[in-house]
C-alpha cells in the first residue's frame, strides 16, 4: 500500500509544498499560493501539471470544500457531517462513485477513510517521527490524488478553526 508524507497545517503555510512517498521521493506538489487570496490549493505532479484543484466553498454548510479535476468537474465535495468531542465524521460526496466516510480524532491526524464499509486509507502521524508530519496509507486501487485532496482539505478546515 502506497504511504505518502504530508506537513501538517500545509494550507496555513501559503507556500509550496512536496508530498513524498515513502522512500522519501518528492511525488506531488501542493501550490498552496492561491490561498492567500481564496480558499485554493492546487496538487500538481512533478512535472507541473495540475491533477485536482481544492477550493473552499461558501455554502450553508460552513465547512466544505470542493476537488475538482483539471477540467474545473467537481470530482468530490467534503463536509462535516456530524460533531462530537473527540471524534468528527466527514463525508466525501463524489458524483461517480459511492460517498467516502472519514472517522476518527482528525485534529490529531489519526483517522480512517471508508467506501460502503471497507476501510480505503489510513491519517496516523504514528509512522513518523519528524514533528508536524503525518502518513497518509492508501489501499491498492484508489484514487491516490483524491484521497491525499481530501486528508489535505481536511488538515486545512481543522487547522483554520484550531489556529
Not at 36 to 52: A, I, P, Q, S
Not at 123 to 140: M, Q
Request: proline residues 4%; glycine residues 6%; aromatic residues 6%.
Amino acid at each position: 500500500m502506497p504511504t505518502y508524507q504530508v506537513r501538517e497545517k500545509m494550507l496555513s503555510i501559503g507556500d509550496d509544498l512536496w508530498i513524498e512517498n515513502d522512500a522519501g521521493e518528492r511525488v506531488f506538489k501542493v501550490d498552496g499560493k492561491a490561498l492567500r487570496v481564496r480558499k485554493t490549493m492546487v496538487f500538481e505532479d512533478t512535472e507541473g501539471r495540475e491533477l485536482c484543484k481544492i477550493q473552499g466553498r461558501v455554502l450553508r454548510v460552513r465547512d466544505s470544500m470542493e476537488v475538482e479535476d483539471p477540467d474545473g468537474e467537481r470530482i468530490a465535495m467534503i463536509k462535516k457531517a456530524v460533531i462530537s468531542p473527540l471524534r468528527e465524521r466527514w463525508v466525501v460526496d463524489r458524483p461517480d462513485a459511492p460517498d467516502l466516510k472519514v472517522q476518527g480524532n482528525v485534529l490529531d491526524h489519526e483517522y480512517e477513510i471508508e467506501e460502503e464499509g471497507r476501510k480505503v486509507a489510513e491519517v496516523s502521524k504514528r509512522w513518523f517521527r519528524v514533528r508536524d508530519t503525518y502518513g497518509v496509507e492508501i489501499a491498492p486501487g484508489q484514487d491516490d490524488i483524491l484521497v491525499l485532496a481530501v486528508a489535505a482539505a481536511i488538515d486545512a478546515m481543522t487547522s483554520d478553526r484550531a489556529g
